[in-house]
């Protein structure tokens, strides 16, 4: 996982929450936008009121469908914030992918260094959160990392992560 997070007005854009402006987008739907990303229709509203209110614009217009059913669309603000989101996330990529970019800076990142594995369990703090990893081997790989990492990847038990080693700490990552 990159510890690497879009900021818009200096305020943080997390993954989850610009997936929820794609799909709302694709989707042209909270409710259906909510049912893609397995989230309920509150957590998803919720999700977008709080980036909403961290940003300090709407992102998002809503109407009422009666018969034909509601349906929402992003604002001009929810579009800009979505293609700097994607081209951000398109240029990560390419570094991440760049092998001969890791070794020049002695940093290489292998199959070695990641461990797929299951969530057996989630021990929040007011800070920090505590993931238990089982991974194939059989073990149990412990990871501490924050509180909002657990909330914004919608970390529980029973979903399948990577562990990424890194040579001083553990970080979870979850596609």
Same mark, same amino acid.
Not at 24 to 29: A, P, T, V
Not at 126 to 135: K, P
């Given at each position: @996982? ?17 997936e929820?402006?794609?799909r ?6 909270l ?14 509203? %919720? ?7 961290? %940003?300090?614009?709407? %992102?998002?217009?809503?109407f *009422?469908?009666?018969? @034909? ?11 800009? #914030? ?12 390419? #570094?991440?992918?760049d092998?001969?970019?890791?070794e020049? %800076?002695?940093?290489? $990142?292998?199959?070695?260094? *990641? ?15 505590? #993931?238990?990893?089982? $991974? ?9 990392? =924050?509180r909002?990492?657990?909330? =914004? ?14 040579? =001083? ?7």
């Open positions: @996982m990159v510890d690497a997070v879009l900021e818009v007005g200096g305020q943080p854009v997390f993954e989850a929450e610009a929820l402006l794609l709302i987008k694709e989707h042209g739907s409710a259906r936008a909510a049912e893609a990303l397995s989230l309920s229709y509150k957590a998803a509203w %919720l999700r977008l009121r709080k980036l909403e209110g961290r %940003l300090g614009r709407r %992102l998002v217009r809503t *009422r469908g009666g018969a @034909m059913g509601g349906g929402a669309s992003l604002t001009e603000f929810g579009e800009e #914030v979505l293609r700097r989101y994607l081209l951000f996330k398109s240029y990560l990529r390419g #570094v991440l992918e092998e001969e970019y890791w020049a %800076l002695c940093m290489k $990142i292998s199959a070695r260094n *990641r461990l797929k594995g299951i969530v057996r369990s989630v021990e929040k703090g007011d800070v920090a959160a505590r #993931v238990s990893i089982e $991974i194939e081997t059989p073990c149990v790989i412990t990871a501490l990392i =924050t909002e990492a657990v909330e =914004t990847l919608d970390i529980k038990e029973g979903d399948e992560v990577e562990a990424v080693i890194k040579a =001083t700490e553990v970080m979870v990552a979850k596609e």
